[in-house]
């Protein structure tokens, strides 16, 4: 795929998307027989409940003020320390079944071995694919600093139950609520046409200077390497250890 068809392709995500707001039927109709319900697995459940009164703690730390995620929904998303030499950049749609592969199965250990370690600055940056997408990026960035990347673990561990039910925004609901965000909150943030037009700009450029056209795609050290698809942890390790030389 060029450059300018890749460009092309984004455009016409981002159109359909923006267009298609609050309106799922389509969708619906064709995901009709996937059970509504929510069954988060317990250990993310209890990570989102203990989060929401240990906030106000958290944010007192000074030690880990300075790499906390910002509360800014217009702020990058980001983990670690931002003087890391290996800088990865991940690109991901919160309906993309590889992304939810990634973050279930590689995720944990890529933090703990790079990221905890003070190796790899981590950035998540959302490329929603449709518009249950967009709202879960919309929702999640609405989310205080500290619950961001939990609540991303909740949405990615259930995704088949919120992104392919018949309402997604119910579903989607139901998980903010366990996450600590009152309906006004939730109906608030999706209201919000500033985010939204933000997610879909921050996405158009990145695809422009990186030629991104595919979730989850990993980009290192501002494009000196990538990585696309839902790899396992040695594939990172090479890549970091190469680029950590």
């Known amino acids: 795929m060029t450059v300018n068809n890749k460009t092309l392709f984004v455009v016409l995500i981002l159109a359909a998307v923006i267009l298609a707001g609050g309106s799922f039927a389509l969708f619906k109709n064709k995901m009709s027989n996937v059970d509504t319900s929510i069954t988060a697995e317990t250990d993310v459940i209890t990570d989102l409940t203990e989060v929401a009164p240990a ?3 958290t944010e007192e730390k000074a030690d880990t003020k300075e790499y906390a995620v910002s509360s800014d929904p217009f702020a990058q998303r980001t983990l670690g320390n931002p003087d890391a030499p290996v800088k990865l950049e991940e690109f991901a749609s919160l309906t993309c079944s590889h992304c939810a592969h ?3 199965d590689t995720f944990a250990a890529l933090k703990e071995k790079f990221i905890d370690t003070g190796i790899v600055y981590f950035t998540f940056t959302d490329f929603p694919l449709n518009a249950p997408a967009l709202q879960a990026s919309m929702v999640a960035r609405c989310m205080p600093g500290e619950r961001y990347f939990t609540f991303l673990s909740l949405l990615f ?9 018949q309402d997604p925004t119910k579903v ?8 600590g965000m009152s309906d006004e909150s939730f109906d608030a943030c999706l209201a919000n046409d ?14 422009e200077k990186y030629q991104v056209s595919s979730t989850p795609s990993f980009i290192f050290n501002d494009g000196a390497d990538s990585m696309t698809g839902a790899q396992a942890i040695d594939s990172f390790a090479k890549k970091i250890e190469e680029l950590n030389k």
Do not use: D, G, V, Y
Not at 194 to 207: G, P, R, S, V
């Open 157 to 165: 561990k259930t995704q088949e139950q919120w992104a392919f039910s």
């Open 172 to 179: 989607l609901r139901q998980s903010a609520k366990l996450a």
């Open 102 to 104: 990634f973050h279930n």
């Open 55 to 57: 906030a106000a703690a």
């Open 194 to 207: 500033k985010l939204k037009e933000h997610i879909a700009n921050t996405m158009q450029a990145k695809a």
